[in-house]
């Protein structure tokens, strides 16, 4: 598990799985197909996604496909990442 996937992971053990096994929450457990979280919990999440990681994310960014998992999370503030790297003057 790398430390995007780390951080994010302790956050929703924190905030949404209080009294889960943290096992339990493997890189490709399903966070939203699961009921892990739902729609409120996602807003939750992107939020702080911009905040911890300092990147900006569009509506359709806040999907499934985006945040259905660890993995998915961690590739996504990878891409956004990079992608802001690459608009900023060297």
């Not at 994010?8 to 949404?16: G, R, S």
């Not at 892990?36 to 702080?48: C, G, N």
């Amino acid at each position: 598990m790398d430390s995007i996937q780390s951080t994010v992971k302790t956050y929703i053990l924190e905030q949404f799985l209080r009294d889960a096994n943290p096992d339990d929450l493997k890189p490709d457990t399903p966070l939203i197909a699961g009921g892990i979280l739902d729609s409120l919990a996602t807003v939750r999440l992107a939020s702080y996604l911009e905040e911890q990681f300092g990147i900006q994310l569009e509506a359709y960014d806040v999907n499934e496909e985006n945040l259905g998992s660890l993995d998915q999370i961690a590739a996504l503030v990878r891409s956004k990442q990079a992608a802001g790297a690459e608009g900023r003057p060297s």
